[in-house]
């Protein structure tokens, strides 16, 4: 499958908002799950946000309320728009894809752990300065 790439990172002062785009985002099957990972030192990557193909959305409690996941197919783009990123969301954020052929096989539709994506990113640094 084709490689995502992300792009949109960067260094931000504290207070200042920033989106990342991550493209191609067509898929060849209709049921399927895109999210947004960030890699924590020393521990496994983990999930930010999730979308599914039928739009529902599950963020992590770090990013909820904070960070908004969405995408646009016209566009052939993924986003996650961070408002007002602290420091410590300073990391790399990779997005990633997985399609199913019949059902989700997880319960809560998008699995929000790394083994549940089969098509990821290079990554794209974010650093928040105070």
């Known amino acids: 499958q084709v490689p995502l790439v992300e792009s949109g990172g960067g260094s931000v002062q504290d207070g200042e908002s920033l989106t990342l785009s991550c493209s191609p985002i067509r898929t060849r099957l209709n049921r399927y799950c895109f999210a947004w990972f960030r890699q924590v030192p020393g521990r496994d990557r983990e999930a930010v946000a999730t979308i599914d193909s039928a739009g529902y959305k599950i963020y992590s409690e770090t990013a909820k309320g904070r960070f908004s996941i969405s995408k646009d197919s016209d566009k052939n783009l993924l986003y996650l728009k961070m408002n007002k990123p602290k420091t410590n969301d300073s990391k790399p954020y990779y997005c990633?894809?997985?399609?199913?052929?019949?059902?989700?096989?997880?319960?809560?539709?998008?699995?929000?752990?790394?083994?549940?994506?089969?098509?990821w990113g290079q990554g794209t640094q974010v650093t928040v300065s105070s």
């Open positions: 990633a894809k997985v399609e199913f052929q019949h059902n989700f096989p997880h319960p809560s539709r998008c699995n929000q752990e790394r083994s549940g994506y089969t098509v």
